[in-house]
């Protein structure tokens, strides 16, 4: 039997990744979350939740003996645990580096020790900053954020280990993730969704033009399970995953404002609010490598996408 652990299960990506694995493998899962961000509840209430099949530590990826207990008798790891917030980066970068630099070689150090068989790191596009788009994998890193290079910095101590430790191991770039289970995420959909729901005015920050590849998480879960399953042609290898697709906020705007007026919601105009400071104008990125080497091919085009979240959001 396979076990996985899921680091950062109780979070947004995780419980959708938990909800995919649980559906569409036999595995048995080991979560492992200190519920900063995430809630044990959010678990417990994916619809298809199995006590049978998975097991729940609460600790925090940096104390050796909180992740010995959850990676013990595990095949694979998913390292989703992160601080994720670029502004929260750039405020207070040495907690960012703390939990995601410090968190991703403890969880490194501890496959290690286990004999762990792959090692999934959730990266991000912002490891790889401001590029003319589609953005692959050749292009130079130039983080703009703490938050991007503290996940460029987990890139590169995945490469070590599998340079100096023969450990396999893949750097998935996830583009901007929406979809279910995403209550307290600060994303540009979930603000959008919660924000109109609460009857007050969503904010648009800058002219709206930026653009985004914004990806479904059930689309990211499958990615994530074909890295731990895929052959690889090299024990590190790198993905950029999302749809391929460019969308601007504006263009989101609409396609939310539709999805709540055919729920019978009133949806505000928007206000403009001046750019964030570290965040990419336009970005998009090229999934040719995850669809030739994963079999990567994402399902919810942006309408369909939006739909199943603001069907999650209202019903
Ligand atoms: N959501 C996105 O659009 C997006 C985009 C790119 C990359 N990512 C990456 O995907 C991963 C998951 O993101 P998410 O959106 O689900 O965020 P999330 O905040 O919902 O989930 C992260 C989980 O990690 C837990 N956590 C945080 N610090 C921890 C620690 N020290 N020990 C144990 N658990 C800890 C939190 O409680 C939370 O449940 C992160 O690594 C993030 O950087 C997300």
Same mark, same amino acid.
């Given at each position: 039997?396979?076990?996985?652990l899921?680091?950062?299960?109780?979070?947004?990506?995780?419980? /959708?990744?938990?909800?995919?694995?649980?559906?569409?493998? /036999?595995w +048995? &899962?080991?979560?492992?979350?200190?519920?900063? +961000?995430?809630?044990? %509840?959010?678990?417990?209430s994916?619809?298809? =939740?199995?006590? %049978?099949?998975?097991? @729940?530590?609460?600790?925090?990826?940096?104390?050796?003996?909180?992740?010995?207990?959850?990676?013990?008798?595990?095949?694979?790891?998913?390292h989703?645990?992160?601080? $994720?917030?670029?502004?929260?980066?750039?405020?207070?970068?040495?907690?960012?580096?703390?939990?995601?630099? $410090?968190? $991703?070689?403890?969880?490194?150090?501890?496959?290690?020790?286990?004999?762990?068989?792959? @090692?999934? @790191?959730?990266?991000?596009?912002?490891?790889?900053?401001?590029?003319?788009?589609?953005?692959?994998?050749?292009?130079?890193?130039?983080?703009?954020?703490?938050?991007?290079?503290?996940?460029?910095?987990?890139?590169a =101590?995945?490469?070590? =280990?599998?340079?100096?430790?023969?450990?396999?191991?893949?750097?998935?770039?996830?583009?901007?993730?929406?979809?279910?289970?995403?209550?307290?995420?600060?994303?540009?959909?979930? *603000?959008?969704?919660?924000? #109109?729901?609460?009857?007050?005015?969503?904010?648009? @920050?800058?002219?709206?033009?930026?653009?985004?590849?914004?990806?479904?998480?059930?689309? &990211?879960?499958?990615a #994530?399970?074909?890295s731990?399953?895929?052959?690889?042609?090299?024990?590190? %290898?790198?993905?950029?995953?999302?749809?391929?697709? *460019?969308?601007?906020? /504006?263009?989101?705007?609409? #396609?939310?404002?539709?999805?709540?007026?055919?729920?019978?919601?009133?949806?505000?105009?928007?206000?403009?609010?001046?750019?964030?400071?570290?965040? &990419?104008?336009? /970005?998009?990125?090229?999934?040719?490598?995850?669809?030739?080497?994963?079999? =990567?091919?994402?399902?919810?085009?942006? +309408?369909?996408?939006?739909?199943?979240?603001?069907?999650?959001? $209202?019903?």
């Amino acid at each position: 039997m396979v076990k996985v652990l899921v680091t950062g299960g109780c979070g947004f990506i995780g419980t /959708n990744l938990v909800s995919y694995l649980l559906d569409h493998t /036999n595995w +048995e &899962i080991s979560v492992i979350d200190d519920l900063s +961000e995430g809630k044990k %509840e959010y678990l417990t209430s994916i619809f298809n =939740y199995d006590p %049978e099949r998975i097991s @729940f530590v609460e600790g925090d990826i940096r104390d050796e003996d909180d992740v010995e207990q959850a990676i013990t008798g595990c095949d694979h790891v998913v390292h989703l645990a992160a601080q $994720t917030d670029v502004i929260a980066s750039i405020n207070a970068p040495f907690k960012d580096a703390d939990i995601n630099v $410090t968190g $991703t070689l403890n969880m490194l150090e501890a496959s290690l020790r286990h004999g762990i068989k792959r @090692f999934a @790191f959730a990266s991000s596009a912002a490891a790889v900053g401001e590029h003319a788009p589609p953005v692959d994998e050749s292009k130079i890193p130039k983080p703009i954020s703490p938050y991007g290079a503290s996940k460029l910095t987990g890139e590169a =101590y995945c490469s070590a =280990y599998a340079g100096s430790h023969g450990m396999t191991s893949t750097a998935l770039r996830f583009a901007n993730v929406y979809g279910p289970n995403s209550w307290h995420k600060g994303s540009v959909v979930a *603000e959008f969704i919660k924000t #109109i729901i609460d009857g007050k005015r969503p904010v648009i @920050f800058g002219d709206g033009d930026q653009t985004r590849d914004f990806v479904h998480a059930a689309d &990211i879960s499958s990615a #994530i399970k074909l890295s731990l399953t895929a052959e690889l042609p090299s024990p590190f %290898e790198v993905f950029q995953l999302g749809t391929g697709t *460019e969308t601007s906020v /504006n263009q989101l705007f609409s #396609i939310v404002e539709d999805a709540l007026t055919d729920k019978g919601i009133e949806v505000p105009s928007p206000r403009y609010a001046p750019a964030r400071a570290g965040e &990419i104008y336009r /970005n998009y990125c090229d999934i040719s490598k995850a669809k030739d080497i994963l079999g =990567y091919t994402p399902d919810h085009d942006i +309408e369909k996408g939006i739909q199943s979240s603001v069907d999650w959001f $209202t019903d």
